[in-house]
């Protein structure tokens, strides 16, 4: 039997991150891998979805391209090609992964894990055994109870870009992150695209103001979003086509299209571990942590999307952290209360803190400041007019704990912000800052 220091279950961003942590620590780490490394985030989320908002930013321009000085311009969409330049980023990253795993003197096991008792797990009929385990499993799609959502024609986000083609027109299912993005991409690249989400707004992890805003832009660039509609129904036609029935506003209503993706969030992943040997708890929401990641189990921790409590890249990684910072007994100051997160869409939005929705019900007196790209002077000689800055002041002590942005580089601005809230910066602070100019991120100052 193997034995180590730490055993990693899962090599994903928060599994590999954290073990070439503990490694740089001097443990002997075993990490199982079984599936790709990297993670969902690496081959079938965060990568190379962001390739393809790239490519289709480029396609975007040129639709536009007499705006830029340029006439008689001819191109046509080579979908194979963005594939290729998908798969190679991605295969460039996991090679790097595998390098540095490498190099650190990780131990790799290329298969599935599970538990055998609370110190032992078993991978292709070989036990290994660790002084303290981390589970790093992710997630999963998840999908309606509806009928028709267990078809093969039913796409999720992997199988959406495993297609080799662009659908001539999508469905999406959920209005969040995913959909969203999705959303956005195929409708630059020519789709018609139509998004069905059952809450009253989309994005609705957003601030309201940005989800309104967001819906506003998207609608102007062609896309069909519905909002308080449920789906009751998925079918398959005669021409092989796929019929989405909903309900809106108590009427039944349906939609066609070529293609239809299920993007309604997304499930840890704890299939196959057989947490009941190790006597860990967990539910179908996903495995029982405490503030230092641990489970009930004092030497097994569960991070990133398989505990749950927010589904982020780079959230798994800060945890891994926090976990091998508790097993190491160090204390750290990690502010898991003021998380960036981004919406690649076009615009794109970002957020950092607390909504203002959030405020609202926790009573908490606020102070709220906005400014328009359209004022912004590096925006419009971008040619990036649609844009919103909120800011969110506590009332009392004056320090953003609040930061809201669609337009362009929202995810760098809200960056920006975020490092502000975590320092606790007050807003003569920041106003005290000085700002480059022209940037975007005179926005910020704007807002104040």
């Known amino acids: 039997m193997t034995h180590a220091d730490l055993i990693i279950i899962g090599a994903g961003p928060g599994g590999y991150e954290t073990a070439l942590h503990a490694a740089a620590d001097g443990m002997k780490v075993v990490l199982f891998n079984g599936g790709q490394l990297g993670g969902t985030c690496l081959n079938a989320g965060c990568i190379p979805t962001k390739c393809m908002v790239k490519d289709a930013a480029v396609f975007d321009t040129l639709h536009n391209y007499e705006e830029w000085g340029l006439d008689n311009v001819s191109y046509d969409l080579n979908?194979?090609?963005?594939?290729?330049?998908?798969?190679?980023?991605?295969?460039?990253?996991?090679?790097?992964?595998?390098?540095?795993?490498?190099?650190?003197?990780?131990?790799?096991?290329?298969?599935?894990?599970?538990?055998?008792?609370?110190?032992?797990?078993?991978?292709?009929?070989?036990?290994?055994?660790?002084?303290?385990?981390?589970i790093a499993t992710g997630s999963e799609s998840k999908s309606l109870p509806v009928p028709g959502a267990d078809q093969p024609w039913v796409l999720?986000?992997?199988?959406?870009?495993?297609?080799?083609?662009?659908?001539?027109?999508?469905?999406?299912?959920?209005?969040g992150v995913i959909g969203l993005e999705f959303a956005s991409v195929f409708a630059s690249f020519g789709s018609k695209v139509t998004v069905i989400e059952f809450l009253k707004n989309i994005a609705p992890t957003f601030d309201a103001d940005i989800s309104k805003r967001l819906k506003q832009a998207l609608s102007k660039r062609g896309i069909n979003i519905l909002t308080g509609a449920a789906v009751k129904n998925l079918e398959q036609t005669s021409d092989y086509r796929i019929k989405a029935t909903y309900e809106c506003k108590g009427k039944e209503e349906s939609i066609e299209s070529s293609d239809l993706l299920m993007a309604v969030g997304r499930k840890p992943n704890i299939e196959?571990?057989?947490?009941?040997?190790?006597?860990?708890?967990?539910?179908?929401?996903?495995?029982?942590?405490?503030?230092?990641?641990?489970?009930?189990?004092e030497h097994i921790y569960a991070i990133g999307d398989v505990n749950a409590r927010m589904m982020l890249a780079h959230v798994a990684s800060y945890q891994g952290l926090r976990a091998l910072n508790?097993?190491?007994?160090?204390?750290?100051?990690?502010?898991?209360?003021?998380?960036?997160?981004?919406?690649?869409?076009?615009?794109?939005?970002?957020?950092?803190?607390?909504?203002?929705?959030?405020?609202?019900a926790a009573g908490r007196a606020v102070?709220?400041?906005?400014?328009?790209?359209?004022?912004?002077?590096?925006?419009l000689a971008m040619g990036e007019p649609e844009g919103l800055c909120k800011l969110i002041f506590d009332a009392e002590t004056d320090c953003l704990i609040g930061a809201h942005i669609m337009g362009a580089d929202a995810a760098l601005l809200a960056q920006q912000c975020c490092d502000m809230i975590t320092a606790n910066r007050t807003r003569t602070e920041i106003r005290e800052t000085i700002f480059g100019h022209p940037t975007l991120s005179e926005v910020i100052l704007a807002a104040l």
Not at 156 to 175: A, C, F, H, M, R
Not at 273 to 280: D, F, Q, R
Not at 334 to 358: H, K, S, Y
């Open 272 to 297: 196959g571990l057989n947490l009941e040997a190790a006597g860990v708890n967990y539910s179908p929401r996903g495995i029982a942590v405490d503030d230092n990641m641990r489970t009930n189990v």
């Open 367 to 379: 102070k709220i400041g906005k400014s328009f790209y359209r004022a912004n002077g590096k925006a």
């Open 79 to 134: 979908f194979n090609k963005v594939i290729s330049r998908r798969d190679a980023v991605v295969g460039q990253l996991r090679t790097g992964i595998a390098t540095l795993l490498q190099k650190a003197g990780v131990t790799m096991v290329e298969a599935k894990a599970s538990f055998k008792d609370a110190h032992t797990v078993t991978a292709d009929g070989q036990d290994y055994s660790a002084d303290n385990i981390i």
């Open 156 to 175: 999720d986000s992997t199988k959406l870009l495993q297609l080799e083609y662009v659908p001539e027109s999508l469905t999406i299912v959920g209005g």
């Open 326 to 360: 508790a097993i190491c007994g160090k204390e750290d100051q990690i502010r898991f209360d003021v998380v960036p997160a981004a919406l690649f869409t076009a615009p794109e939005c970002a957020m950092a803190g607390l909504t203002e929705e959030q405020c609202k």
